[in-house]
């Protein structure tokens, strides 16, 4: 079969196969050369799903009449200027685009209109590309001192095949719309419209610069929810610096859709962030469930290498280790920084169940749900004398190192400190207790499991992972990358417990494993520890196991519900719970206690 040279207009269509892959890709190039154009209000229509027509339009600095036609050129653009050697770098991308591909890739499947204003300009133009065939630039009437309106109609008509590839118009829609979400929340100072069939769906006002702006736009995009149980994160570490928010770990969802990354600005996936994000939480989380967060990377263009997918969507870092350190870091500081927080939507639905028909109404003040008010618990009076410690973990049922005696002199309020003062035990089960403005219900079991697994963490942190050395070594048979790698990670995984050395192309020896495991499927999990080496570039298999392990014997060694517990151990336990990292949920993720405010528990009865 001969070698034949394709057409101007068929590439265009091929390379519009890679940028333009549904309506909601369409969306994306257009609002980015619109944040490049330095626009700061943006509205974006779209009807049938985009594929009847979308529309962009910003007030950014415009094109002129000679810059229209070059718009509508392949690899055409002005946002890659070459040096004084007349060379272009493609390692220090600053925009968002730089390919110079989405107008022409779009407007060689569809019917495209770009009506702009330069800025300093007193008349607007026009253009009009129809699958490919390029019109002639002429006046056009436009509103606005300056900007541009990008129209696209009958997205993929040059194609009709396509058509039968794209999902129905809601399904578009909805894509359409979390595109823009995303795009919103990478850029908080730009104003962003959505409309969708003649009918508002979004409006998100520009926020001011700075944190404060930041969290505005997430709350707006991700809900308040998220506002009012989110931790703020801000490290850098040689270079690169992380900023952003992240949930609380009792504020979680079902799958990771609610995990955003953005590097430099720009939206991107990455499996770094979802194995980061799954490192820094596996001490708080079920596997089944994930947290939220929206986080933002920020380092040299040189550092990052964005031209590794055709649509942007994907980034490759020279450094990912640095990457992921520097998201596991800030994340669990920002974790540990939270106390025994735990997160408002548990009191929320704890109203909502008093109310009428269970339905929960949002009251007129929500500051009053979170058991965290003002940034911080207000430090209750010192105690004259320690409270006793968590002591030996043991299986014993009962509170370990909590003793009735136990009682300092002179002894604060009780109703000062966070947690409050014990008043009941109901079903042998949930401890209810009393705080200056409000009522705490604790689940017993819960609490005292977190508080024994953090003990059992401290403990196998200073004395090491213990090992066991096999009888008779294991080969474990792997593909020879794989092998490399775990090879590779031999220091790493012998601190974890696991002993392993290079066997030969293919293979790697097991001498040890940690002694926590007991007998286990060495194969298994070395084949699961290459996966995770793989894909998250750490051995997040063997550290899970290890901390399932330690979730299991904490949840045995912790006091059972129906046990009966006397003041003294009550309250010893909710100071216990106020001085303990992450006793605001157990180990499964679930909350550890409930608090309602006395202003809500009074909105319930009438009195407000």
């Given at each position: 079969m001969p070698i034949r040279r394709l057409p101007p207009?068929?590439?265009?269509?091929?390379?519009?196969?890679?940028v333009v892959e549904r309506p909601a890709s369409a969306v994306k190039e257009l609002v980015e050369n619109a944040l490049d154009a330095g626009a700061t209000e943006i509205l974006v229509q779209a009807d049938g799903g985009g594929l009847a027509r979308i529309l962009v339009a910003d007030d950014g600095s415009g094109l002129t009449a000679a810059e229209l036609p070059l718009a509508v050129e392949r690899h055409a653009t002005s946002k890659l200027s070459p040096d004084a050697e007349g060379a272009y770098d493609l390692l220090r991308i600053a925009t968002m685009g730089f390919r110079g591909e989405a107008l022409p890739s779009i407007g060689s499947v569809a019917r495209l209109s770009i009506t702009s204003r330069a800025r300093g300009q007193a008349e607007a133009n026009a253009l009009q590309v129809d699958a490919g065939a390029v019109g002639a630039v002429g006046p056009a009437a436009f509103a606005g001192p300056h900007g541009a309106r990008v129209e696209v109609r009958d997205l993929f008509h040059a194609t009709p095949a396509r058509l039968k590839f794209m999902k129905s118009e809601r399904s578009e829609a909805l894509a359409i719309t979390e595109e823009v979400k995303r795009q919103a929340m990478a850029n908080p100072a730009v104003g962003f419209t959505l409309e969708l069939d003649g009918r508002r769906a979004l409006r998100l006002p520009a926020e001011a610069e700075g944190s404060a702006g930041r969290l505005a736009r997430l709350a707006a995009v991700l809900g308040r929810e998220f506002s009012d149980n989110a931790l703020l994160i801000d490290h850098e570490r040689e270079g690169v610096r992380l900023s952003g928010y992240a949930g609380l770990p009792t504020y979680n969802r079902g799958n990771a859709a609610h995990q955003h990354l953005f590097?430099?600005?720009r939206p991107?996936?990455?499996?770094?962030l979802q194995g980061a994000l799954r490192g820094a939480y596996a001490d708080f989380l079920a596997r089944d469930r994930h947290p939220v967060a929206a986080l933002y990377v920020e380092l040299d263009p040189t550092q990052v290498d964005v031209n590794v997918h055709p649509a942007k969507a994907e980034v490759r870092f020279r450094d990912p280790g640095l990457v992921r350190g520097l998201i596991v870091g800030g994340l669990r500081h920002a974790l540990a920084g939270a106390g025994h927080r735990a997160a408002t939507t548990v009191a929320m639905a704890a109203l909502g169940g008093f109310r009428p028909g269970g339905g929960y109404t949002p009251p007129p003040r929500a500051s009053g749900y979170s058991a965290w008010s003002g940034g911080g618990w207000t430090q209750p009076p010192p105690v004259a004398q320690g409270l006793p410690g968590m002591g030996e973990i043991s299986a014993r049922a009962e509170f370990a190192g909590i003793a009735e005696d136990a009682a300092p002199a002179p002894t604060p309020d009780l109703l000062d400190f966070p947690l409050g003062a014990a008043r009941a035990q109901v079903h042998e089960t949930y401890i209810v207790a009393q705080t200056r403005d409000g009522v705490v219900i604790v689940d017993q079991h819960a609490a005292h499991e977190r508080l024994v697994y953090e003990r059992m963490k401290v403990e196998m942190a200073e004395g090491g992972v213990a090992r066991q050395a096999l009888l008779l070594?294991?080969?474990?048979?792997?593909?020879?990358?794989?092998?490399?790698?775990?090879?590779?990670?031999?220091?790493?995984?012998s601190g974890l417990g696991l002993v392993v050395e290079a066997f030969g192309p293919g293979a790697v020896l097991v001498r040890e494993t940690p002694a926590l495991l007991g007998e286990t499927d060495i194969a298994g999990l070395v084949r699961d520890i290459a996966d995770d080496l793989g894909q998250h570039g750490s051995a997040l298999a063997l550290s899970e196991r290890l901390q399932e392990v330690c979730s299991t014997m904490a949840c045995h060694g912790s006091v059972r519900a129906g046990r009966r517990l006397t003041a003294p151990e009550m309250n010893a336990l909710l100071r216990q719970m106020e001085a303990t990292p992450h006793s605001g949920q157990c180990n499964h993720g679930r909350p550890t206690y409930v608090e309602l405010k006395l202003a809500d528990i009074e909105r319930l009865f009438g009195r407000r």
């Open positions: 207009e068929m590439i265009n269509r091929i390379a519009a196969g890679e590097v430099n600005g991107v996936r990455d499996r770094l070594p294991e080969v474990v048979e792997l593909d020879p990358a794989e092998a490399e790698r775990v090879v590779g990670r031999a220091e790493e995984l």
